[in-house]
């Protein structure tokens, strides 16, 4: 495809956590040699996806609940430019502040700058994608700016100096010895004689955390879903870390994906009640967060919304791909993935990982860069079955394959193989060949140079006895 004026832009590269050092299978050659990873892995996800069924299974309207939560998403989606705007109006209104940031570095610049007019040395965060995306805590300690991430999990993951590895449970691959270890190395004041016992180290976590929230004036956050009605943001969570995040600072900065606009407080219902089913397996979720603007005299006095890009826009060009765009993030299609079981989350490379991030991260940061990923699935469809919102991720996967860049060989030998396969005496050829390898033993060993790459990690098929032509011929 040529570029012309006006073409939107992808994430940029150099900045942010969308892009891996490796590709998918060198990353995940070493993953699969992992067994504490893999059994972790296996524990996990399974424990969840009983749950999430378990829950699923009591409502009746399951499936036309998630078909209104995919016709909600296309209309968001068709109607973008306008709901964002309606969202940037009534947030002013209700004494926000609103930013647009085109990608990873505006944003990063802009909450940074934010916060060093507060004075503010440290900041507090709830969990957020889009803020783990466009790198913003390695911005904020470029900038002196400590910031602390306050989700039980996530602070494994910054105290291990880790990277996250689910979207909901960042740090799944880790077992409760490696997080007490974890907290003995690197949490402040934490007491020696700390166990494994999970109830101990959620206490030492809780007390360190106590101390932070009532000492910290900024924080930051993502968002779940911006009302574009009334201008007001959701956060839904677990813990009540987000809660105090969100009420107990000076000045909330919170960074979202364009793509989280909902029209009205009717459309939110529907994703209040797809969204715990599928990610936690909770009829609902412990803490959900609204705020409208400032509220003179209650919670922060001070807030701004940052609406992020960074690629979003050229996702939105691609018809065939843009329903990426519908994730809400609950990360379903990770725990159902045979993939994603076996390799966990860093061999994606990008912190989206597992089927949405193959989908995805390709598209935000264009697919040369992430070429690897659309091949990191077996194709089986489990993950569409499982999505709440109906993505179709399979179908998704397809399209980016053709897209992603190809060897000179792999287009002569697709080339070939097309063109044998429009003419049918070639083709009858070809397949009285294969059957002549199969007798000469080449069964099981793999295709010759310079064929062999396709078959290091595939059996070769091994060609019917007889061929539909031999056998209609003998008819
Ligand atoms: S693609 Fe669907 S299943 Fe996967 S995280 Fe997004 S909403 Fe959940």
Excluded at 183 to 203: E, H, N, Q
Excluded at 245 to 257: A, S
């Amino acid at each position: 495809m040529s570029t012309f004026l006006g073409m939107p832009v992808t994430a940029p590269s150099g900045v942010g956590n969308l892009r891996g050092d490796r590709t998918f299978p060198e990353a995940a050659h070493d993953a699969l040699a992992d067994g504490q990873l893999r059994r972790n892995l296996r524990h996990a996800t399974t424990t969840i996806r009983g749950k999430s069924g378990r829950v699923i299974a009591e409502l009746p309207d399951w499936q036309e609940l998630r078909t209104a939560g995919s016709a909600i998403k296309a209309s968001v989606l068709a109607r973008l430019p306008e709901l964002l705007e309606q969202l940037e109006e009534r947030v002013v209104a209700a004494g926000g502040v609103v930013h647009w940031a085109a990608d990873a570095n505006e944003a990063n610049a802009i909450v940074t700058d934010l916060v060093r007019a507060t004075g503010s040395e440290r900041v507090i965060k709830v969990k957020s994608m889009a803020t783990q995306e466009i790198g913003l805590n390695e911005a904020l300690e470029a900038a002196g700016i400590q910031p602390v991430e306050t989700d039980l999990a996530e602070l494994i993951v910054q105290l291990g100096e880790d990277k996250p590895s689910h979207i909901l449970v960042p740090a799944i691959h880790r077992n409760r010895s490696e997080i007490r270890e974890i907290f003995l190395r690197a949490m402040p004041g934490v007491d020696p004689g700390l166990t494994d016992d999970p109830p101990v180290l959620a206490a030492a976590a809780r007390k360190y955390l106590r101390e932070t929230f009532l000492s910290t004036r900024v924080a930051v956050s993502g968002a779940n879903f911006a009302i574009a009605e009334t201008g007001t943001l959701a956060v839904v969570e677990s813990e009540g870390n987000g809660r105090m995040c969100l009420t107990l600072p000076d000045t909330l900065i919170t960074v979202m994906g364009l793509e989280k606009v909902v029209p009205t407080w009717q459309d939110l219902e529907v994703f209040l009640q797809l969204l715990p089913r599928a990610s936690t397996g909770e009829r609902m979720n412990p803490y959900t967060t609204m705020w409208t603007g400032v509220t003179p005299g209650d919670g922060p006095q001070s807030f701004h919304l940052v609406l992020l890009d960074n690629g979003r826009s050229a996702v939105l060009a691609d018809r065939a791909g843009r329903a990426a765009l519908h994730c809400i993030r609950c990360s379903a299609c990770l725990n159902v993935c045979p993939v994603y079981e076996r390799t966990g989350g860093h061999a994606y490379g990008s912190v989206y990982p597992g089927p949405i991030g193959a989908v995805l991260s390709p598209q935000l940061t264009g697919v040369e860069d992430n070429a690897s990923l659309p091949y990191a699935s077996s194709l089986c469809g489990a993950c569409f079955d499982a999505c709440p919102v109906k993505i179709d991720i399979p179908s998704m996967l397809v399209h980016l394959r053709d897209k992603a860049p190809h060897s000179r060989m792999e287009r002569a030998v697709m080339r070939a193989a097309a063109y044998t396969m429009n003419h049918p005496r070639l083709y009858a050829r070809a397949q009285r060949a294969a059957k002549l390898a199969r007798i000469a033993g080449r069964r099981g060993r793999g295709l010759p140079p310079p064929l062999s790459s396709w078959t290091t990690a595939r059996d070769l098929p091994e060609p019917p006895e007889q061929t539909f032509r031999d056998w209609w011929a003998r008819r």
